[in-house]
């Protein structure tokens, strides 16, 4: 943030200054620029289960017949080719309202391609915690500014059948008698598990199976260990200059989680993963895998098929899907040593997450009419919607309460350091690449391993090695290819 010029803040100020102006004061001006019959038509971006699932459409209607005789409506910006607000917002090609996860909106922020907005504006606010509002906040000169509005909260679940749970596992796999399955609890139980179904299935099917080339997926095998994306500066803003990926004993963790791909399907090195695994978690070649909580509702239809396949009506389809899909999050605990193949001292497992949220175009020409939206897509009514249609864990408090679920249990996660956010800053765009190539290299020993195929990692200091030349790689393209 320190490398922020003073032409940053003051179109951060000037933002800031607009944003006084009360929501609902749309003046005649705007609503004539740039519109037909002067009615302000408002792009708006989403993402792609929200469109599949039909929850846009849904908000899409009620907003236009909230405001048919107020001179506003929206429309889906539909504009896969334009979703690059960077690179084509300047142009005019870009969406007004856009639905991002907090570190692409606040790349955007810090490039000044979205807009500061001021919180007085958007009912919502009162209801939000702390935790959300500071994944969207930026520092510019000393002071704080809000650039987007948080919807919901994400880290990595578990997602499973609890109609495929081993008949016996009261008696065999919950050996503290807390009528929770040790392997929902800890790592190595987890591994172990996975050994036996593999085992006792002939290799037709697995445990857990997840995409081992996924750092968003995969971070607990570096968090858990000492590892982590940037340090703090002394007022705890991200550092991009300390790259932590190959700190504390993250190599251990590397090594656990090459030791745990050698129990899954190949897919689990192949981008194939993020859309086979829904359906394979429904007809029970997986037995779990691991996805976000805006994407139960794509495990739950897949296992409605299934039933549906089998003979179910729709509506028992679904209530079996309902009644049978489990969503909890990942295992508590990881081996100290990163050895998954024993069980023997445990370090708590940390996990990335991020937060979900409404940012406003800073090419927009009718920036009080997008606040209208944003107010209205962030209504009590809506974000009940969204939660009821696609499974999220909202961050209005009001809603999370009224719907129970798993938010609360997020964010008692993130309040104890058991989730760590996306860092904020437009650097976290250079750490993906490197560290999954990594993460591919890591896995696929697994399998090089079991071809009789030379390993590139064969021990610690190996994966080591590997861990301070990814984070090389990074702070290069940060620092020194990116000029």
Known sequence: MKHLNKAVSLLLVSSMVLGITACGNTNGKESAKGSEDGVITLR?????????????????????????????????????????????????????????????????????????????????AKYIPDE???????????KNYTCAIPVNVQE?????????????????????????????????????YSQQV?????????????????????????????????????????NPEDIGFGKGNAAKGLMGLRQFAG??????????????????????????????????VLFHDRLADVYKAEGSSDDEADQKATENLGM????????????LSKNADTVDTVVMGGVNGYGISAYTEHRDACIEFVNFATSKEMIKRRAEILGIAPVRSDVAE???????????????????????????????????TLLSDVAKDAFRESKGEAVKYGDEASVQEALDKASKSIYDAIYTLSK
């Open 132 to 142: 959300a509002w500071d994944a969207f906040t930026i520092a510019v000169d000393g």
């Open 328 to 339: 909890i999050e990942l295992p508590g605990k990881m081996p100290a040593d990163g050895d």
């Open 44 to 124: 708006i971006l989403e993402n792609d289960t929200a469109k599949q699932e039909g929850y846009l459409d849904e908000l899409i209607a009620a907003f236009n017949e909230e405001y048919k005789d107020k001179g506003i409506q929206a429309v889906d910006a539909n504009m896969e080719e334009y979703s690059n607000l960077a690179e084509n917002g300047p142009y005019g090609y870009g969406p007004d309202v856009l639905y991002q996860a907090n570190d692409k909106l606040m790349t955007y922020a810090e490039d000044k391609h979205i807009l500061a907005l001021n919180r007085d504006d958007f009912e919502c």
């Open 156 to 192: 990595p679940m578990l997602f499973y059948r609890k109609d495929m749970l081993p008949e016996n596992w009261e008696t065999e796999w919950d050996q503290d008698g807390d009528k929770t399955p040790d392997f929902f609890q800890d790592w190595s139980s987890l591994y172990q």
């Open 402 to 436: 009224e719907m129970g679920g798993i938010t609360s249990m997020i964010f008692d996660s993130l309040s104890a350091g058991h989730i760590s956010l996306m860092p904020s800053v437009k650097a976290v765009d250079q750490i993906w690449d490197p560290i999954k």
């Open 198 to 238: 593999v085992e006792t299935s002939g290799g037709k099917q697995y445990g857990l199976v997840a995409g081992c080339t996924d750092l968003y997926m995969m971070a607990e095998f570096f968090f858990s260990y000492g590892g982590y994306v940037f340090g703090k500066d002394g007022n705890g803003i991200d």
């Open 263 to 296: 129990l899954m399907s190949e897919e689990c090195i192949d981008d194939s993963i993020g859309q086979n695994r829904y359906a394979k978690v429904a007809d029970g070649t997986y037995f779990c895998s691991i996805s976000t909580p805006d994407t139960y």
